[in-house]
């Protein structure tokens, strides 16, 4: 073959703005999720979006939609501050059938290299069925660097980005394997666990 054929994917974009959702002012959560997913995987992606308020109820709902769908990863922005409105950990927490904190962590060290208030983020990660939640900052540029990382001026990954890890996270779920273009996020192995390169 001359072409590689990688595995087909659904992935879940939830913007959970009040303001955005009620056409106050214009989303940016939805494509800074479909444009960096679109760079950082060879996969042939389907979405599924999604732009809704801050209602702890509909958020949740939203979530078991889209795992039900077929959806095998769901990321989210917005919601996870201290603010009153803010109840998107608890709605995807309610959902969940697995907790994975590893990314949550990650996610706060990464920010604070930025920002001081990073400690204020209370960012989730859960396991619904055979889909991976992510719960991701409500800014693009924050959305990025989550994902990918911190790297030095040569290209250096200093501190990995969470999405190394969605990967694998997604083949031990039983969900389709997700191919990363290195460049922009390398993804993490174990060497028993990679597929060889289709010629």
């Known amino acids: 073959m001359s ?21 106050v002012y214009e989303d940016k959560g939805l494509p800074a999720l479909q444009d960096w997913l679109t760079l950082a ?9 999604r732009l809704i308020p801050d209602e702890q109820a509909g958020i949740s709902a939203t979530l078991i939609e ?22 998107t950990p608890e709605a995807t927490l309610a959902v969940a059938h697995k907790e994975m904190p590893g990314f949550g962590e990650q996610m706060r ?11 204020l983020s209370r960012q989730v990660a859960v396991i619904r069925d055979q889909s ?13 660097e989550t994902l ?29 394997y997700l191919e990363t273009r290195d460049k922009v996020c390398k993804a993490f192995r174990p060497k028993n666990a990679v597929r060889p390169k289709t010629a």
């Open 41 to 49: 995987l060879h996969n042939h992606i389907t979405f599924e979006s």
């Open 109 to 119: 060290q990464i920010s604070l290299k930025f920002v001081p208030t990073a400690i």
């Open 66 to 87: 889209l795992v039900d769908a077929g959806c095998s990863l769901v990321l989210t922005t917005g919601g996870t501050g201290p603010a009153l409105r803010d109840v």
């Open 132 to 144: 991976l939640i992510i719960n991701l900052p409500g800014q693009p540029k924050a959305i990025a």
């Open 3 to 23: 072409e590689a054929v990688h595995d087909a994917v659904k992935i879940g974009i939830v913007s959970i703005s009040d303001r955005a959702s009620s056409g």
């Open 148 to 176: 990918e990382g911190l790297k030095d001026a040569n290209g250096q990954q200093i501190v990995p980005g969470i999405f190394a890890a969605v990967p694998y996270c997604v083949d031990l779920i039983g969900g389709p």
